[in-house]
């Protein structure tokens, strides 16, 4: 009895959530993969899916595990993944330097995507995955290395 009624425990999802399948994602990129990823999935067919929130950040090894609004797993459905990568150089000095409270006109803080930018766009990015019941992992690529600077705004 003991069993069965911990059978039902678990988070309740929310009024109208689908149910959500446990999905892996893994990135590469240059057949590598792709650390410290954005990943967001937006569907194809929102009156099917609804419009949760679905995606995460990529660990050391490319992957993310794909949670919908908080809770493990995503619905069944077509998917556009949009990828988001930046890197800097002088972010972390710049707000060190804030954080003691010094100037900060004398650092240079730049930043770039490293991920083409139509693949930050749901309505360009050549992406697109399919996830059912039976789905577990997907891979998808992020194209090739680019470095496009993007502008500063403190």
Known sequence: MFLVFLSGCG???PDGMPKLYPVTITVTQAEQPLAGATVSLRSVDTAAT?????GGLTDANGTIEL???GFRGAPAGTFKV???????EGLAEREAAANRG??????TV??????????NHADRTPLEVEITPSTRALTV????????????VP
């Open 11 to 13: 988070p309740k999802l």
């Open 50 to 54: 609804g419009t949760w929130t679905i």
């Open 67 to 69: 949670y919908t609004n």
């Open 82 to 88: 949009v990828l988001l990568k930046q890197e800097n």
């Open 102 to 107: 010094e100037p900060l006109g004398g650092i």
């Open 110 to 119: 730049r930043i770039w995507s490293i991920i083409e930018e139509d693949y």
């Open 141 to 152: 690529d992020a194209g090739p290395v680019v470095r496009i600077d993007v502008p500063f």
